[in-house]
């Protein structure tokens, strides 16, 4: 039987829509609302660089405009209905879905327990113990709070001063959990006292934790291979999503279709009848211009975008000055469901100072285009705190491409 194609417009269309980047939404951006862009998206990686916005607010803002950081703090802080722990790297996540971290949390837990063994580390037991009764003792804890006089090491996780390393074991297995953060330290608490006991004391099977996060995983996505969907949580093994898929396409809840990429190749993946059917009937895509994040969910899988997009991206923060292509900290734009160019735009007293915006190839920015780039340059300064927006001479790279 001959598979389904999906084209690549529709594709894309597809999975930016699942990411909430192809119509124009509107929203307050606080309280249930924003709760429902962190469940529609699944997480929101949490990062510390502050060049213009933190990725987090960024990631949100870019969905509502109306949002602003105070709100996600309120998430967390205060209506515990989010949480914060590890997809691929450090997230936000919707609470109803704590039940099934708790496959994170074992397998976590004793991957550490490995190491710390092998690296022969002495006491470790007596510092976890020690840490988890003064947080029992005092409660919320930052890691300048514990640990005063110990010995650290040069660099690395597991060179932490020995109290930190306990915070992050017994916050990675679930002992712990974050309450707050003031600036951006992290203070933890006991789980007990910061999950709530309705999403804490639900325990689900192995299976039932695989079959939710392949299919959340699959509804987020729109398609992909299944280590493409593994990937998304980060809670299952390769293994486990091979499986799962085999299983789902003798059952009929999903089938195989071949998608086209921006190259014309095709890639084989997992989709469900309903989404093929969503992709033909999917709504033309908002004109407005965006600013992403690096760390947007639509661009976490580096290879998916360049695949889907035709959009080769690498933040280059560790890369020495010299041999940089673009900057430091490169701000990916997009219209519509083109991604159109790079920004390298940061915070510089006051104002938004932009350096640079290359656009890619075969993208003409005439007067529309450039005017809807300021426009969003405008809009992101409130997010920002910020007074106004500034250029270098020269900001705008001329390539010379027809659009």
């Known amino acids: 039987m001959e598979r389904p194609l999906l084209q690549n417009q529709l594709a894309r269309c597809l999975f930016l829509d699942r990411h909430l980047l192809l119509r124009q939404e509107s929203g307050s951006g606080s309280g249930d609302d924003l709760d429902s862009v962190l469940e529609r998206l699944g997480f929101v990686q949490v990062d510390s660089v502050n060049t213009l916005a933190r990725a987090h607010d960024l990631i949100l803002w870019s ?129 007990v006292r910061v999950i709530p006991s309705e999403y804490r004391d639900i325990r689900q099977e192995r299976h039932e934790i695989v079959d939710w996060a392949m299919s959340e995983a699959l509804q987020r996505l729109g398609f992909g291979t299944s280590g493409e969907l593994a990937a998304f949580f980060e809670l299952v093994t390769r293994r486990d999503a091979k499986e799962w898929c085999m299983r789902a396409l003798e059952a009929g809840q999903i089938v195989e279709a071949d998608i086209e990429m921006a190259d014309g190749s095709r890639r084989r993946s997992f989709v469900t009848e309903a989404a093929l059917n969503e992709a033909a009937s999917l709504p033309e895509p908002s004109s407005r211009i965006r600013l992403l994040s690096p760390f947007d969910p639509a661009l976490r899988d580096r290879a998916r975008a360049e695949r889907l997009f035709g959009f080769h991206y690498r933040i280059e923060i560790f890369v020495p000055e010299a041999k940089r292509r673009y900057g430091y900290y490169v701000f990916p734009v997009m219209q519509g469901d083109r991604l159109i160019g790079r920004l390298d735009a940061k915070r510089v007293g006051t104002a938004i100072s932009v350096r640079a915006f290359w656009p890619e190839p075969g993208v003409r920015m005439g007067k529309a285009r450039t005017a809807a780039l300021l426009s969003e340059l405008e809009r992101v300064k409130y997010l920002a705190e910020l007074e106004e927006v500034v250029f270098a001479d020269d900001w705008l790279i001329r390539t010379g491409f027809d659009d």
Not at 84 to 105: C, G, N, Q, S, V
Not at 145 to 166: C, I, N, R
Request: aromatic share 14%.
């Open 63 to 191: 969905r509502r405009g109306q949002y602003r950081p105070k709100a996600l703090e309120q998430l967390v802080a205060k209506r515990r209905s989010v949480f914060e722990h590890w997809t691929h790297d450090a997230a936000i996540i919707p609470m109803k879905f704590y039940p099934m971290w708790r496959l994170k949390f074992e397998r976590d837990e004793a991957r550490m327990r490995s190491r710390w063994s092998a690296d022969r580390r002495a006491g470790w037991e007596a510092e976890i113990r020690q840490v988890l009764q003064h947080i029992t003792d005092n409660g919320p804890t930052s890691s300048l709070d514990v640990g005063e006089g110990g010995k650290t090491g040069s660099s690395g996780w597991w060179d932490w001063h020995p109290s930190k390393t306990a915070l992050e074991f017994l916050w990675r297995s679930g002992q712990l959990a974050i309450c707050h953060r003031k600036g951006f330290r992290k203070f933890y608490d006991l789980a």
